[in-house]
């Protein structure tokens, strides 16, 4: 199925696609205050929109940005429409995501990052090259600063834990979902586990080539 995806600089974003949004979430179960969609268009540079026909089928806060000089790909607080093709829909706008930043990131290995709670959205970076941390793996030393420098840029790292890539908050955070019909590992719902409560978060990358 071809879908219509938007990519648009969180300037341009208008109250009416935030109130799409923010819908989609009510929609499924994700309960945050509308201020939560206000916030994610200051803090990230761009809202990638999937639409079927007009109908909204997913959003994603997401920036474009060198990490410790890395030039990465920072998925923010999202949300996709509850359907049999859910995992399709997540694959193209990352697809698009990712063909964006080889444009602005010519000949470099671009690093893949996100702030997840489900096994579902971990499960969507191990598409790409193993996506760190593992459940069967240590950290290196290098895993654990690059986890550090991604919390950073959150504004999380004052609660990194490096041996498990958990930051923790004092409220539920506004995170990236996967779907309830994305395949799910073993390896990803056992690092998973490490969520202990709803204020955990796991920083996951990996690595688009």
């Known amino acids: 199925m071809a879908y219509s995806i938007q990519v648009l600089d969180s300037d341009s974003v208008k109250i009416n696609q935030l109130n799409d949004c923010y819908k989609l979430t009510q929609e499924e179960s994700i309960f945050f205050d509308f201020e939560i969609f206000t916030d994610a268009q200051e803090k990230f540079s761009h809202l990638c929109l999937t639409y079927d026909d007009k109908k909204l089928l997913s959003f994603l806060f997401c920036s474009f940005d060198r990490i410790g000089g890395t030039p990465s790909i920072i998925l923010g607080f999202s949300a996709t429409k509850t359907l049999p093709n859910s ?67 959150y504004s999380m790292e004052n609660t990194y834990t490096e041996e498990k890539s958990i930051v923790t908050a004092s409220e539920p955070q506004p995170v990236t979902f996967g779907s309830s019909f994305s395949a799910e590992s073993s390896d990803a719902k056992k690092i998973i586990e490490n969520i202990k409560t709803n204020k955990d978060c796991l920083i996951v990358y990996s690595w688009v080539f």
């Open 87 to 153: 995992e399709e829909i997540i694959q193209a706008f990352l697809d698009t995501l990712t063909s964006k930043a080889k444009i602005s990131f010519p000949d470099e290995d671009i690093l893949i990052t996100a702030r997840v709670i489900d096994a579902s959205a971990y499960s969507l970076l191990n598409n790409y090259r193993e996506a760190f941390p593992q459940a069967k793996m240590k950290l290196s030393g290098e895993d654990k600063a690059r986890g550090k420098r991604i919390s950073k840029w």
